[in-house]
């Protein structure tokens, strides 16, 4: 059965640093696109930056050359380094799996989701 585990977010001061990771499954590790997602208040979640089976990395333009995704060899956990976070980086994030090729900031090709942790920017 999928699952994904994901590790605390926390809060920061504009300019710092976080890291996520998520623990896979081993079912998940055979997905074709890992990726992280996030969603503020009032806002649709959006797809932040994702992985690809061949490892390929994929980036939203607002978080391009601050954040990086990326995973273990075994492919059971998945991490995003935030860097030079800003105040709207404030969201959950959330990491997800999926079989399907699709495109990687659609949320609707993704099966399976963590739970979210809270990513809290103060200027």
């Known amino acids: 059965q999928d699952h994904l585990v994901e590790s605390e977010g926390g809060s920061v001061q504009a300019g710092g640093s976080l890291r996520l990771s998520c623990v896979a499954s081993t079912y998940t590790t055979s997905a074709f696109w890992m990726a992280w997602f996030r969603q503020g208040p009032g806002n649709e979640r959006e797809g932040v930056a994702g992985?690809?089976?061949?490892?390929?990395?994929f980036y939203a333009d607002s978080v391009t050359g601050r954040f990086t995704i990326s995973r273990d060899n075994a492919k059971t956990t998945l991490y995003l380094q935030m860097n030079d976070l800003k105040p709207e980086d404030t969201a959950v994030y959330y990491c997800?799996?999926?079989?399907?090729?699709?495109?990687?900031?659609?949320?609707?090709?993704?099966?399976?989701w963590g739970q979210g942790t809270q990513v809290t920017v103060s200027s």
């Open positions: 997800a799996s999926s079989r399907r090729i699709g495109t990687w900031y659609d949320p609707t090709i993704y099966t399976t």
């Open positions: 992985i690809d089976i061949s490892g390929g990395t």
